[in-house]
């Protein structure tokens, strides 16, 4: 999720699940060769396994920026063929790459000749007026051939034209259907659904057909979602954690990062959904969003806006 799931944002998810991957949001080629790559690729060791979002359609470019990522140690490497911003439909990635499965299968076998990583796509069941099952089908059945084994399918259609990114993860009807026809088609290879998804009574409904579920904004915004995820999904016998124990835990994090000089609101951002229905979360969030961007704001507004929830951090 572009400008959302950064270091930061993983390293508190993963104090809620150890076993959830984590994916990165999505780096561009251009980013990672031009721009500061370190910066973009650096993760804590805690935060595994993570894989890396890749943006980009030319193969050579692609492969190189793999190289670079295996030096990060990155459990798998995604390439997006699913999001619809006019940013980066200019770039020629993102879901416009489905109209083209040769080009995506190309920049895949580069991908796949680069690094010995698990190399998945990301992307929709159409795109624009390419939106029958028969196109789905043809599309991941091309990129099957290049290597790719693992397909993670946003339940949504996107259009390019005419509607915004958060449009086009609400206007567009869930086809939940067409994603279990592919495992019925391509029973060989891991199909993980995305798209809707706000529960794990619902994910467990997936499972039934699906080797994988993927949540996004849900997890980010209502992040405690996720605590029941290793007990109930992967049967991990550890205690799940409350709300208050996951924030004393990552108030160690801010302190440490505000000792290198990282700004509180690039952590606190993150963590505004914690106390999501719960009592004084209201008050949580409203004291943060007023007080972490303040010029010198120290770990005292998270103790602070903590005492306005029903649990408080001593």
């Not at 950064?6 to 980013?31: N, P, V």
């Not at 160690?252 to 106390?275: C, P, Q, V, W």
């Amino acid at each position: 999720m572009l400008d959302w799931t950064d270091r930061h944002c993983r390293y508190f998810l993963r104090l809620i699940s150890k076993q959830s991957m984590l994916y990165t949001e999505m780096l561009t080629t251009g980013a990672i060769l031009h721009g500061d790559s370190d910066h973009h690729l650096q993760m804590d060791a805690f935060e595994h396994p993570v894989a890396l979002q890749l943006g980009g359609s030319n193969p050579q470019d692609l492969a190189k920026a793999c190289k670079m990522a295996a030096e990060y140690a990155y459990a798998e490497i995604n390439l997006n063929c699913g999001c619809p911003s006019d940013r980066v439909q200019n770039g020629m990635f993102g879901a416009v790459m489905m109209k083209d499965a040769e080009i995506t299968a190309n920049c895949i076998s580069a991908m796949r000749d680069a690094v010995d990583l698990p190399v998945t796509v990301k992307h929709r069941i159409g795109v624009d007026d390419y939106d029958s099952y028969e196109f789905l089908r043809d599309f991941v059945g091309r990129v099957a051939e290049s290597g790719c084994e693992v397909f993670l399918v946003h339940a949504r259609k996107a259009w390019l034209k005419g509607l915004s990114p958060k449009q086009n993860r609400e206007i567009p009807e869930l086809n939940y259907d067409r994603v279990y026809q592919l495992k019925k088609d391509f029973p060989h290879l891991e199909i993980i659904i995305n798209g809707g998804v706000t529960t794990l009574e619902q994910t467990s409904e997936h499972l039934q057909h699906l080797d994988g579920v993927m949540v996004g904004r849900e997890a980010y915004t209502n992040p405690y979602l996720l605590a029941r995820v290793d007990q109930d999904i992967y049967g991990s016998i550890d205690p799940i954690k409350t709300r208050e124990q996951i924030a004393a835990e990552f108030l160690h994090y801010i302190d440490n990062e505000l000792s290198k000089g990282t700004k509180l609101n690039a952590m606190t951002r993150h963590i505004l959904g914690l106390f999501h229905g719960m009592p004084g979360a209201r008050l949580y969030r409203r004291h943060i969003s007023e007080n972490a961007f303040k010029p010198g704001a120290t770990i005292e507004v998270l103790t602070t806006a903590l005492e306005k929830t029903s649990g408080v951090i001593s």
